[in-house]
């Protein structure tokens, strides 16, 4: 099974409490299940008989948690109780147990898969479906890159497995893995732009972890900021960011804080700390289709520990966290390309 | 539960708990079941790992205020459901084990807290509020509760008052129950009680302490008033190694007796400074005791302590003096100690006994246990430390360790087995002038010597027990209180 490459994680986190309190799911529904304590001993009772997938509500919680992976940074091991979710969920996807709506979101998923390109040259955009929907972040994105003087080409269309890792259909992921790949070697593209952290993520960790080759570099959009000398007119002010689930607790390109500092950004701490996630389950890259009730219950959570809410302006890395933040929490959230647009 | 939980009879009782808190917050599902069944006590967990089923909950009721607690109770009263509160489920004694079914109260919905009293240094709050996230709350307003227990992530205020349970700063800002101004309290019986507002006064005996470590067992406390403090200015620590653990011992009861603020010490015995602190700091400790204390406050009051303290330490004790960074060591991996890979862990037979004693017995009790636990089950190793200090004396933090391939493959004879170390030490502790336990309660696991400990002031104890809950469906079988 997959969940077998998580041995640490099953033994080691099933009796341990010390990332409780970062249980951002957990902390909102107040629920023992929906924590890596439970989860995991849950997921050892797989061995001995005590749990099994055909228990639904044991499903649901695999497919209820936000996946920030803070757990693993506040934990002094790093286990790796978010590889251990979705091992089990790539396990009961095997084992033909996934959830009716987990199973059409990955067949429409599947059915997606269709990129075009729009311009020239080998300098292009991913334009994920998440951010395509933002047409303030596209628009502000198009200015960033006049002001960087790159023309990119767009592409659009579809999932490139990120979505469909995460629900726990891997075979279907390497596919459009490899066939993203193939489609960027057709398009000779040299340098690819990726707004969405999640798609950084796909590109940068799972597909190598796929045996994928991507022919070009990836990089962030957010790094139109500091890497094209483009110039700003004025200081971006009081900000309040928000660290990004991908970043924070994957892979920190640190593009997100040399951009606000290029920007001249006055960076405020937002909320008590920071350890727990405020992205309301960007991790998890669609629980917004899965679970709306929770994203809602999560923005709901980060709202009541805004300085102001009515005021503060919060600066966030995806199209997915400011969608939640001011859909559901009534925040003012901006995404960095928004904030460095606003700037020009 | 008496009920069947296939009968309309438990539907009946849903119904009218849904009607109370809310359909979302009552879950009869397995998952949640599962979840409230296994602790931080041991034997459920071995239990798991054998694959045995613990024993679950009916119902699990997330209320979200108190008049819902109260509604609940009068639910449960009626139809003599045993309630279990649960906070944070982090406990070591088996305290919050649902064990004859029932309801488990998880207080986590009742997690708001309103602020802090810039004028008294106080703060409200609800009690199923997650002890770190009230301490960010009060830090982000430039104040501490000085809680820090290890537990801290994952155990809930509740949960503190409900087994007097204590933070590393015990030894300057004292223990919870010591930090609590007032509570609010649902009985067993629904009714909603207020404790006086402040903790010292000649108005008769104190309801406040009546409740503070009852276990879930006389009632549930739905909110408290605890005492903040600011920030200190600095907080400096340092360490010493002794040539063994009865030297260390002297120099800490005289740093105690000296009348000096310590605001944390510890004083890890010869083995668990070889074995365990070194592991953790990462450092070679190889012979000798590891006591380290420190002193927060104005800076020139922690520095003139910490001149006195030295004093003590280096002059009569001859400690060797490992500097503020051995002291640093201590305070920067104060949780690490309890992390997986640190801390011990199944198919490892282990427990904690938490013992308190005055200085003129603390080392008694030390050797006792000690002695007992070599000498009956020579597989288990014996380890200490001494945290928590008073002016009096100090709590033994004693744990024994069986290796997992010497604890027995039957779930049956591992836990005789594991209870009958426990039999052994602290009976041995208790004939040495010790009181189980400090800060860890008592719960399912010692409940069987409480009647021992308390003697013939137990009747007291039980009859009160019985004027709040005639039906006694709070916590049965818990704090030596007789089960259901």
Redesign the interface.
Known sequence: MHIDKFEDAI????????????SAIG?VR????D?PR?RA??I??L?????SFD?E??V??LYRQDLSACCRR????H?DENGLALAARADVVEAGKAPEAVKKLAARFVKSVGWKADGAGDVAWFLDETTAADKAVVSATKKLFAAAKVSPKIITGGSIGKALKVLGFLPEAKAAAEQFAAFLKAEGVKTLFVSNPAAVNALKQDYPAFGVKLPCDVKCTAALVVQYKVKFAKAAGEVYPLADDFKKNYENCGCMEKALAALKATCRPFG??DGETYCCGEGAVVLDRLHPELVKALAEYVAARADDPKRDRIVVASAYVKNALVKYGKLKAVTIEELAAGCL | MKVQTDSYMFEMIRTELTDAVGDASV?V????R???S?D?YWIP?MW??????CPKADF?V?PGSTEEVAKVMKIANQYRIPVVPWG???GSQGGALPIYGGIVL?M??M?KCYGVDKESYTVRCQT?I?A??LE??C??EGFSTMHLPA?????TIGGFLAHRGTGVLSTKYGKIEDMVMSLEVVTPSGEIIRTLPVPRHASGPDLTMLFLGSEGTLGVITEVTLKVHPEPEAREFRAYIFKDFHTAMQAGATLMRSRLQPCAMRLYDETETKTHVSKVFGIDLDRGAYLVFGFDGPKDIVALQMKHARKIMEGEFGGKDLGAKGGEWWWENK??F?????MF??PQAFGTLDTVADFAHIEKVYWAMKNVVNKEFPDARFIGHFSHWYEWGCMLYARFIFPGDKVPPNEREAAALYNAVWDKAIRAAIANGGVINEHHGVGLKLGRYVKDLYGSAMPVLEGIKRQLDPNGIMNPGKLGFAGC
């Open positions: 033994m080691n986190c099933r009796f341990c409490f010390m990332c409780r309190h970062l902390n107040f629920t023992e299940v924590t439970v001993a849950m050892y009772g061995r001995t008989g005590t749990n228990d509500d044991f649901d919680a506040n934990c002094v091991n286990y008590t700390n | 879950d599902r397995f998952a949640d599962f979840g409230h296994i931080y967990e798991h790992d054998r694959g045995k089923e699990i997330h944070g489920g982090s998880d986590k919905r997690n199923g997650i770190q996230h960010w709350n830090n982000k537990s801290i992530s994952c155990a949780y690490k309890f992390y997986p890979g640190y862990h199944v």
